[in-house]
């Protein structure tokens, strides 16, 4: 066992992997990260598929399996995307069961198309989960305005729900919300309270967005600001009457999990986000490189207690509006998440293409 990842466990943080490909999984790599780094759980995007698919031969066989059978687009990446996630859902099952489904998850997103469509949204996280038949499997929702009522409805049903695209507290708060509602309804309707969600806020895009606007001295520090205000809005919300409530139903909290923890700066450290948010009752998913990383330190030090008050407003001094800043965040998330999905269907086309041209 790793001693330095093992440290964030004694903290009370959990470690997930933010990648899943057949590669990971055929090569023995993910079960020596659960083995060796603490690697609880794992997160997947369609970036993270797209890359796969594109920069290998890997899902050749699957992908020639499935038009075989007459899939295509959508369909056959829904597929093979949940081949790889059930095989993982296996490795981690150990894990989920051992904790009472507090740990060993991984999550699998609907179509980032769909983000301002609550109707879809709903209807593609209620298939996706009976599909994948694994109950340690999340169902990623963005945090929109239309995601929110989708989050709460999804929950009421039974869905586990990993909330994506949160940058602010105010959408983070909004989401744990919805989570909340959803439980409640559960618990007046006579059914079962427990089901799993995360609520995922995304830390290393704020500063990336705001490098070149303000003094060096500032820099990579908007992003912890803004995620150690939440954690405390987060720690407020599980002391809260109503949620001791909910708890005392059998219900369990939504924990707050870091994503985007990987060091766009090459100037700073490799594991800054990751020591800087060393917090108790999280979980941080880390791109390869950067659990890799962590595993290669000798020392972790403790996270340091952040004035986020005196932080906020040397950036608001240095004419950053935070609000506004939340707000192209998630525009270009949703963006972003969309581009990638659409790159994803065009690898997918045209890897199909070419393997039919093989076979003709």
């Known amino acids: 066992m790793n001693r330095t990842t093992e440290k964030l466990h004694d903290i009370g943080q959990s470690i997930w992997l933010d990648n899943i490909t057949h590669r990971l999984l055929a090569s023995g790599t993910l079960?020596?990260?659960?083995?060796?780094?603490?690697?609880?759980?794992?997160?997947?995007?369609?970036?993270?598929f797209d890359h796969a698919i594109k920069n290998s031969n890997d899902y050749d066989d699957v992908i020639r399996r499935k038009l075989d059978e007459g899939k295509s687009g959508e369909v056959l990446f829904f597929e093979l995307a949940l081949e790889d996630l059930r095989q993982a859902a296996d490795l981690f099952r150990p894990i989920y069961d051992g904790t009472d489904g507090v740990d060993g998850w991984v999550s699998l997103e609907v179509s980032p198309l769909l983000a301002h469509n609550?109707?879809?949204?709903?209807?593609?996280a209620e298939a996706l989960h009976n599909r994948a038949a694994r109950p340690n499997l999340f169902i990623?929702?963005?945090g929109t305005s239309e995601g929110i009522p989708a989050i709460e409805e999804a929950i009421f049903r039974g869905v586990p729900v990993n909330v994506t695209l949160l940058f602010s507290g105010e959408q983070y708060i909004a989401a744990a919300e919805a989570y909340m509602r959803?439980?409640?309804?559960?618990?007046?309707?006579?059914l079962d309270p427990d089901?799993?969600?995360?609520?995922?806020?995304?830390?290393?895009?704020w500063d990336v967005a705001v490098a070149q606007k303000v003094p060096e001295v500032l820099r990579n520090q908007l992003g912890i600001a803004i995620a150690r205000k939440a954690y405390g809005t987060y720690?407020?919300?599980?002391?809260s009457p109503r949620w001791q409530r909910i708890q005392n139903a059998?219900?369990?909290?939504?924990?707050?999990?870091?994503a985007s923890t990987g060091t766009k700066d090459p100037k700073a450290s490799s594991i800054l986000y990751v020591q800087a948010l060393a917090l108790p009752s999280t979980i941080n998913t880390m791109p390869e490189a950067t659990l890799n990383a962590l595993a290669a330190h000798q020392e972790f030090?403790?996270?340091?207690?952040?004035?986020t008050d005196r932080i906020f407003a040397e950036f608001a001094i240095a004419g950053i509006d935070k609000d506004a800043v939340a707000a192209q965040l998630l525009g270009q998330g949703v963006a972003s998440f969309a581009k990638s999905w659409n790159d994803l269907l065009d690898c997918i086309a045209s890897k199909s293409e070419a393997l039919r041209a093989v076979v003709a």
């Not at 079960?31 to 993270?48: A, E, K």
């Not at 959803?182 to 006579?190: F, H, K, S, T």
């Not at 089901?195 to 895009?205: E, H, K, N, P, Q």
């Not at 030090?301 to 004035?307: M, T, V």
């Open 31 to 48: 079960v020596r990260y659960i083995r060796d780094f603490s690697v609880t759980g794992l997160t997947s995007n369609p970036t993270i």
């Open 118 to 124: 609550t109707t879809g949204t709903l209807a593609a």
């Open 140 to 142: 990623k929702i963005p």
């Open 182 to 190: 959803g439980v409640e309804r559960r618990i007046a309707a006579g």
């Open 195 to 205: 089901v799993g969600s995360v609520a995922s806020l995304f830390v290393s895009r």
């Open 235 to 239: 720690r407020t919300l599980l002391d």
């Open 250 to 258: 059998g219900a369990r909290p939504q924990r707050l999990l870091w």
């Open 301 to 307: 030090g403790e996270a340091l207690p952040e004035n």
